[in-house]
């Protein structure tokens, strides 16, 4: 590898070890054995590498999220089960890589101040929307092919708030953070409560 990539494999390392705020430059130089001229050169400055390599580094975590939906179930496992049980696993992989999901949420600061930035997270974003959409079908064993685009995105952004939402309380209060379990009953007791009044597409139309 050149110096551009080991400046950016250097980088995700510093993410993980130290975090995206408390990383320096010299950090970054010592964990790719370059030199600081060459982290102006390639990227310009440590605030593009590190945005660079966060973002690289959330794809790769993303991807093993993704895998997570392909976990086998029993073939009599019910829609709730399936639910319980993927949400189980991407518990255990927010918390197999916390550094990096916390990183993620600190480049959020920056998305008024580095248009680059928010490009790139509003791509990301609905990448993560799109492949959303793979959790349902393996909840339900629905067809993507078979829901119109107003509903895969409504799906998409209903379990990718979910994720979101579920990963920032087990950053913040781990000990108090909902399992996949917890997720599961909190469903059944939503559908049991709205189960007779619900109809898809008979909301106010907000």
């Known amino acids: 590898m050149g110096h551009r990539e ?15 705020a408390r990383t ?18 390639h990227y310009g400055s440590k605030e593009a590498l590190l945005n660079v390599a966060l973002i690289e580094a959330v794809k790769d975590s993303a991807k093993g999220l993704g895998r997570t939906l392909n976990t086998e179930m029993p073939p009599d496992a019910s829609p709730i089960e399936r639910f319980e049980a993927i949400w189980s696993s991407l518990v255990e992989q927010f918390t197999a890589q916390r550094q990096i999901w916390l990183a993620s949420f600190e480049v959020f600061a920056q998305v008024d101040r580095v248009p680059e930035v928010r490009e790139a997270l509003a791509a990301a974003i609905q990448d993560g929307r799109e492949g959303m959409v793979r959790m349902f079908q393996a909840i339900t064993g629905q067809d993507q092919a078979d829901l119109d685009e107003p509903t895969v995105r409504a799906m998409g952004s209903f379990f990718q708030a979910l994720a979101t939402g579920v990963m920032s309380q087990w950053l913040v209060e781990p ?25 898809p597409g008979a909301s106010s139309g907000h």
């Open 24 to 41: 320096t430059s010299r950090d970054i130089v010592a964990a790719s054995n370059t030199n600081l001229a060459s982290i102006v050169y």
């Open 175 to 199: 000990e108090r953070a909902p399992s996949g379990q917890d997720l599961a009953n909190a469903l059944r007791l939503m559908v049991s409560l709205t189960a007779p009044t619900l109809t």
């Open 6 to 20: 080991d400046l950016l494999v250097g980088a995700k390392r510093c993410l993980i070890e130290i975090g995206y």
